[in-house]
């Protein structure tokens, strides 16, 4: 009998274990030890060394595919494309046993199937599925009737989801605390104010490439759900100050706020975020072409607990931004300035003595930085902590240079890109041509 096979039989009962019959089962370990201690180390093993289990004997097979065993069931490496008869015989099996499923990648999942599981599995917290692409908004109408417990969902590219599937689970979902519904672009405001009106408790929310969100739908999750800690609006292109602005306002626990590719934002929000979201740890900005060194300052003066920034192509910035960051924010461990053109040695000079480098500092990426030379590479060599340095295109660092910063951090990985000349062609008079290569170093 296959893994697969097994998803066909009932869950048993400790009551249908205690009547087995061991003649047929009496191996040493069956004898020697009680089922209930059997059961316990069974509990212990992931889904296919418990399918092999099962396989073993009779007595095994009731002891391996008791629901208690299948708290957490995660099928993406059981096996790839699950139909939905296997989830519904998963259902009955786990029945009030199961807390934790994960479907991600399961792009034959359908809504009957998902019904089925939330009519059986009422004690469901956890729940992922993430590119399940032909789940529409009946699945959530399930949940929100059925899955009162549920904590954590992700819907990450399910493209049929609409307003439709936020409005049932604010009404039905209400310890909702994790919500992902990246890609799905058919949600717009409208949505985000009917989630807004139910689950108040969200602390992560996570919606990229939710192109049809405004400012109204930021500002209903802003001012209803003042828990929140992790934000990711990547690529959210039509949110303005006016969002960052409710944050700042109303939700001064944000940890992790990402507005990447967000590009009518400007230093407005740099400072609302200075002023009410002073806890923050990890800043993700890129692309966010109006910033400039005013907003880094204001911010860089009152968010001193910032460890992780993504500034790539921020590219008004200069040498000030890095001096504002070395003097406050001693508690940085990785910085990405690919692409900030106006940033030179200089800036790396500061940024190189400062508190945060010598003590913090494991990872900067410099690619696109066409101005620093081996200079900043000296400015570095006390960065004791450092771990990897990116200087892809940096066409003034040399391969002397990095032996050089190498001889004194003995662990760092570099990764850059060098060009070696090839000569032009015969009779061709211009400009040398070059090949690129990718040098690990």
């Known amino acids: 009998m296959n893994n697969h096979n097994h998803f066909n039989h009932h869950v048993k009962t400790k009551s249908e274990i205690s009547t087995v019959s061991m003649s047929e089962d009496d191996a040493a370990i069956n004898r020697k030890l009680p089922k209930e201690l059997l059961l316990r180390i069974f509990s212990f093993l992931d889904i296919v060394t418990l399918c092999r289990c099962a396989q073993v004997c009779k007595f095994w097979s009731i002891l391996a595919l008791d629901g208690s065993n299948w ?18 015989n998963l259902a009955k099996r786990c029945v009030g046993f199961l807390k934790s499923l994960s479907l991600r990648g399961c792009q034959s999942m359908t809504d009957g199937a998902l019904e089925t599981f939330a009519q059986s599995c009422k004690n469901i917290e956890y729940l992922n599925l993430n590119n399940c692409k032909k789940i529409t908004d009946v699945t959530c109408e399930s949940l929100g009737r059925y899955s009162k417990k549920l904590t954590h969902l992700n819907l990450d590219s399910c493209p049929q989801i609409t307003d439709l599937s936020l409005k049932v689970l604010s009404e039905g979902c209400h310890s909702l605390e994790y919500l992902n519904i990246s890609w799905c672009n058919l949600v717009t405001t409208d949505g985000l104010e009917a989630l807004a009106k139910g689950c108040l408790k969200l602390e992560v929310f996570i919606c990229k490439g939710c192109e049809q969100i405004s400012d109204a ?3 209903a999750i802003a ?3 003042n828990q929140l800690k992790t934000l990711n609006l990547h690529h959210c292109v039509n949110i303005t100050d006016d969002a960052i602005h409710e944050l700042g306002e109303n939700c001064h626990d944000i940890q992790f706020l990402c507005v990447s590719n967000c590009p009518r934002l400007t230093d407005l929000s740099l400072h609302a975020l200075g002023k009410g979201c002073q806890d923050i740890r990890t800043l993700e900005v890129a692309r966010c072409i109006h910033f400039t060194d005013n907003g880094f300052q204001a911010l860089a003066r009152s968010c001193a ?7 790539e192509e921020c590219n008004q910035i200069t040498d000030a931004s890095l001096n504002y960051l070395g003097s406050y924010c001693h508690a940085l461990r990785a910085l990405s300035l690919s692409h900030c053109e106006l940033i030179t040695d200089e800036g790396i000079r500061h940024l190189g003595s400062s508190a945060c480098a010598t003590e913090h500092l494991a990872v900067l990426e410099l690619d696109n930085c066409q101005l620093i030379t081996d200079a900043s590479l000296e400015h570095l060599m006390g960065c004791q902590g450092l771990e990897r340095i990116e200087l892809y295109d940096c ?12 001889s004194h951090l003995k662990y760092i990985k570099v990764h850059a890109y060098f060009a070696p000349v090839t000569p032009p062609p015969t009779g061709v008079a211009g400009r040398q041509r070059y090949c690129k290569c990718c040098v690990l170093l």
């Open 217 to 219: 739908g930021i500002t």
């Open 395 to 406: 066409q003034h660092i040399t391969k002397a240079g990095i032996r050089r910063l190498k």
């Open 305 to 311: 607990m910032l460890e992780r920034m993504d500034l």
């Open 223 to 225: 001012r209803s759900c």
């Open 71 to 88: 708290q957490a069931v995660d099928l993406f490496y059981f096996q790839r494309d699950v139909e939905g008869a296997v989830v519904e």
